[in-house]
């Protein structure tokens, strides 16, 4: 990476929102998985993005994973719900969700744009002087 | 910078060193840092010097044997193989990483889609440059044997 280096950059922008998406499709996946309210429920997924160790770029920090506690929803008739008639739910609201969703999409896209411009960019440049 | 006869000649060296400097450590690592420092002057494209021809592996001696301008000329061959030196590696390895990719795509293993894309386009510019390069230097040689003597 040193002559298409806004490329390569822009490439990372790409990964790391591609794993973004990822997470919120893991968390969007499991936003029904109900469990027994004795044991943990499903711990949100949330992708934490940092500059990349060589300065170029951006790379994934690490997963840091929400509440195990989920919320105790009344449902008597569902097979896994305890004496009292509950059932623990992921603590995950659809809407943030939805939310993360959309920003991931607009940044992958954005960084998409990145290389076709840069790209249109270096051909510009090689045809310099091409009458 | 004396822009003399020969001084097209040593332009287009110049600037062969400064893109296969960018284009990965080309030149820059070998023992031939005339082309480069050509230029650190700052005053833009800079007539570096002709290439000393006993830098040239294997072809020296090849070169014209009179001397323009003080200095020895070099082969138009050697010149462009060091223009490209740094660059052809560099594309090779582009292009393998490209294909090294095609082929994680063919068998499901590739893990970012757009990671071949990437790889691919890169491996299309440097090829495209890599030309561009090549077809200057061409250029260069025809000029010359258009010359009248």
Redesign the interface.
């Known amino acids: 990476m040193?002559?298409?280096d806004a490329?390569?950059i822009a490439?990372t922008g790409?990964?790391v929102n591609?794993k973004w998406m990822d997470a919120v499709s893991d968390n969007l996946a499991n936003i029904n998985t109900a469990v027994r309210t004795a044991d943990p429920a499903y711990e949100a997924k949330y992708v934490v993005a940092a500059e990349a160790a060589d300065g170029k770029g951006t790379q994934v920090a690490g997963i840091v994973t929400g509440s195990a506690e989920g919320r105790l929803v009344y449902d008597p008739a569902h097979p896994l719900a305890d004496e009292q008639g509950y059932v623990k739910y992921p603590d995950i609201d659809m809407s943030t969700q939805m939310m993360s969703l959309i920003m991931a999409q607009r940044a992958y896209q954005a960084n998409?744009s990145v290389?076709d411009r840069s790209?249109e960019a270096?051909?510009a440049a090689?045809q310099l002087g091409k009458a | 910078m004396s822009i003399e006869s020969i001084g097209g000649v040593g332009d287009v060296a110049s600037t062969l060193g400064t893109l296969a400097t960018?284009?990965?450590?080309g030149i820059a690592d070998t023992d031939n840092l005339q082309m480069t420092t050509g230029l650190g002057g700052g005053s833009g494209i800079g007539y570096g010097g002709v290439v000393n021809p006993a830098a040239v592996a294997g072809i020296a001696g090849t070169g014209p044997s009179t001397s323009v301008d003080g200095s020895s000329g070099t082969e138009f061959a050697s010149l462009l193989a060091q223009g490209l030196g740094g660059g052809v590696d560099?594309l090779q390895g582009l292009q393998s990483t490209s294909d090294d990719l095609a082929v994680k795509a063919a068998t499901g293993d590739l893990t970012?889609v757009?990671?071949y894309m990437?790889a691919s386009?890169?491996a299309q510019?440097?090829t495209?440059?890599t030309v561009?390069i090549r077809n200057k230097a061409v250029d260069a040689f025809n000029e010359i044997m258009r010359m009248q003597v």
């Open positions: 040193s002559i298409f490329i390569g490439g790409v990964t591609r998409l290389i790209k270096y051909q090689l | 960018g284009y990965g450590q560099r970012n757009h990671d990437i386009n890169e510019l440097a495209q440059l561009a």
